[in-house]
């Protein structure tokens, strides 16, 4: 019996940070392993930090082939979708995304990470990420209506026992970018045609467009996933840290093909209100993988 990184199941926190991370030598990705599985969180209650860690598939492989599912790819390349529309790829070697109850823990936490790490990986992208009126995105949207319960989540989510990565996850990790001005110009009546949801109560329209943003992601099609979306930047500059949790990679995949119109040609009308501008998938490992990288368990090199 494995267990999940808990983070990933750790609702209700309104500040967030997620670091991602390159390794500096990658023939030495022991000594990073080590590093990272050496990662202490507070243990205080209130004051406590949740973490999620996720290495790129193919580090993933090297690190714990027994404990990697075959068959997992990073964000090699970029999504060239219809009309020019293109989902960037921008993937790194590990992320370590860190949530908690008020910024200033996971400020200082995330700061202790970075030190941790010095030397074996380098930062090369950091968002942190706040809750908007409780539980909307930057669109003004409730987000995460259609996501399983946490008693479903776990099966949606994870990789079953007795399968290499059991307890572990593929997590697919994007920024986007909002055109905020062009989206308050719609009416909220046309909003919602973009959607597939109302604004307020976030109903599904009985009739939604083919290429609103629920039609073209919709899980009885594709499958479940687990999102924990999270609002990022300024108030001039904002968008979403899309964060989505499955346990197998295809069903993510062909959520963003079928956004950027390569499924069947209508590309999510979504995405002309928004814009992505990175793209990473990481494995998330069980913690007892995790605890397996510790050098005592096995030799550094
Ligand atoms: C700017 C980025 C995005 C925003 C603001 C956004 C927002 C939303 C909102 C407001 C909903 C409707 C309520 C809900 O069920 O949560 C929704 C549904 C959903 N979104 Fe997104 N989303 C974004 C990107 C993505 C991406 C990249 C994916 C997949 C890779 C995705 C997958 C889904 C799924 C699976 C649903 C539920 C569909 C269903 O009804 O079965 N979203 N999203």
């Known amino acids: 019996m494995h267990t999940a990184q808990a983070g990933i199941f750790a609702l209700g926190t309104s ?5 991602e991370f390159d390794v500096v030598d990658e023939k030495r990705y022991k000594d990073f392993a080590a590093a990272v599985a050496a990662i202490r969180e507070p243990r205080t209650t209130t004051g406590g930090v949740n973490f ?4 790129r598939p193919e580090l993933s492989q090297k690190m714990m082939p027994e404990d990697t599912p075959a068959g997992i790819e990073g964000f090699n390349k970029n999504i060239a979708g219809v009309d020019g529309f293109v989902m960037p790829a921008t993937q790194h070697d590990a992320l370590v995304w860190m949530s908690g109850s008020a910024y200033d823990v996971v400020f200082d936490m995330a700061r202790t990470v970075i030190q941790d790490l010095a030397g074996k990986a380098t930062l090369q992208d950091e968002t942190s990420s706040w809750s908007y ?7 003004g949207f409730i987000d995460g209506s259609e996501n399983p319960t946490l008693l479903e989540a776990p099966t949606d989510v994870l990789l079953p026992d007795g399968v290499p990565g059991a307890a572990g ?3 697919l990790l994007q920024k986007w970018k909002h055109r905020t001005a062009e989206w308050e110009a719609l009416p909220v009546a046309k909003q919602e045609l973009v959607m597939g949801r109302t604004k307020a109560e976030s109903i599904e329209l009985e009739q939604k467009p083919e290429d609103s943003h629920v039609a073209r992601t919709d899980q009885d099609r594709f499958g479940n996933i687990f999102r924990r979306n999270t609002p990022y930047g300024n108030v001039d ?7 989505g949790f499955s346990a197998e990679q295809q069903r993510l995949r062909k959520m963003l093909e079928s956004m950027a119109g390569l499924v069947d040609g209508t590309r999510d009308a979504l995405t002309r209100y928004t814009q992505p501008l990175t793209g990473a998938y990481y ?4 913690v007892e993988s995790l605890r397996e990288l510790r050098p005592n368990r096995q030799g550094s090199g």
Do not use: A, E, K, M
């Not at 500059?237 to 964060?243: L, N, P, S, Y």
């Open 15 to 19: 500040s967030h940070v997620y670091l």
């Open 52 to 55: 999620v860690i996720g290495f």
């Open 133 to 139: 009126r409780h539980d909307r995105d930057l669109t």
């Open 169 to 171: 996850s593929v997590l």
């Open 237 to 243: 500059d904002h968008g979403t840290v899309f964060v």
């Open 283 to 286: 494995f998330v490992p069980s």
